[in-house]
């Protein structure tokens, strides 16, 4: 007679889960006993990195994908950066396993206390099936409730001795809709108030990029003869960058957004929230005369956005609807933004020579993958991208995202044939929050260069602390950290790119190795602005 588990196997196989990403403990053993080797185990070193890969690799995939923790303490090592798959919008299935039934009464030690509830809000649904039978239709469950719109990590907890039980028949395998249209009736009324603005303006987010979107948005804003700029705080690119109509990044302050769109009197926010701010500026929500429209398939953005009316729907099919409806504005489109002045020489240079200098040797089908929060401006200044599926980081503001979703991105670049070269960009703080992906990265032979600019502090918390007056905060320098000798105790490659000129060259040896490479870069230790 079948088991739970081979049911439940069946059915990952039928679903296409057979990547699993995790750490293994005692708890889940009994589901990974004898593992099939028609699956495949990507190996963290820590929960919170197991996520992030299974992040990374669903958004460059556009599928779910399977992350195993262990009960409540792997839980908790990885809730950081299940925040960030909630943020993300990011289709996980989470499991965790959970001490033996029999016990559970005594609570042992390694029990799960209340485990759907434990990593409520950040997750869509959480349960723990109240018989080991039920296992497998939870997992499709779970599977349903993760892609449908808006998309996000769910969770399971599975007692260890459910496995082994009899099951009581194969499992349903279901299909769901992933998207869905605008009311007509709405989109009409949307359609009008956009034909009729004076000066309307186009605000994308990171959805356009998931519903691969960039062709629609590049007509509907060619059609209006209207600015594009990106929503503040963006996950992904959302709009060519090199486009005469894209403006470049909105600031995340209220006072601050709202005088970048000072002019307009209607402002069409697309796949993004209204809005996501940061340090508190406060100012009005919207410049003077001006009205917002929003569009976003997620109804809590919808309720909490401040200002605007909403409309519901996939980002990709409303922008296509909008295409169909409305006509072509009798203005000039808006000139082109100017491009910033060449940055200067200095020793060591500043972010924005880094950049300038990583720009100019760019691969053309080039991915980045971002957690520099100090430099992010000078990132978006120097380094416009051009292709959709090539920016990625977290929306959550949570560190220790961007090296493992690096790794989740290089290993579904490899797996899905496409092969596109893989940057992260990960700062000197931010590179010790998972430096253990680096591990996993080499285990798996995957050409991955992380380019570390090295300010040997944590330059975003002291652009915020001047921002707010806070002066005299401790723990924000970074001294005595060798980067390299890390980068090769987990078996990469490292090179310490002390000039400029050399940095094209590194970069290409980098990614021309099956292996990560770690490339450090000391630059000024300059505190940018926070706006």
Known sequence: MATVRDTTYD??????????????????EPFLTDFPADFRYVHALQEASAVAMADGYAQATGRPAHVN????????????????????????????GQQTREMLLLEPRLTNLRAAELPQP????GYEPTRAQDVPAAFMRAYATAVQPPAGPVYLSLPLDDWHQPSSGPAEVRTVATRYAPDPSRLREFAARMAAARSPVLVLGAAVDRAGAWPAAVALAERLAAPVWSAPAPERAVFP???????????YAIGPL??????HDLVVVVGAPVFRYYPHVPGDHLPPGA????????????????????LLGDAGLTLAALLDLVPAAQRPPPPPRPAPA???????????????ALARHWPPDGVLVQESPSNLAALRRRLPITRPASYFTMASGGLGFGLPAAVGIALAERDTGRGRPVVAVIGDGSFHYSVQALWTAARLRLPLAVVVPVNQQYAILKSYAELKHTPGVPGLDLPGLDLTALARGYGCAATVVTELDGLGDALRAALAEQRPTVLPVPISTDVPTLL
Not at 342 to 356: H, I, K, N, Q, V
């Open 11 to 28: 059915l990952l196989r039928a679903l296409g889960l057979t990547t699993v990403f995790g750490n293994p403990g005692s708890t889940e």
């Open 69 to 96: 923790l262990h009960t409540a303490p792997g839980t908790g090592n990885g809730m950081g950066n299940l925040v960030t798959a909630w943020h993300n919008k990011t289709p996980l299935i989470v499991t965790a």
């Open 122 to 125: 950040y997750v869509k649904w």
């Open 241 to 251: 960058e090199d486009h005469p109509h894209f403006r470049g990044v909105l600031p």
């Open 258 to 263: 709202a005088e970048a769109l000072r002019g």
């Open 291 to 310: 009205r917002l429209l929003h569009v976003t398939d997620d109804p809590q953005e919808a309720a909490r956005a401040p200002v605007g009316e909403s």
């Open 342 to 356: 060449s940055p200067e020489a200095g020793t060591p240079p500043s972010p924005d020579a880094l950049f300038a």
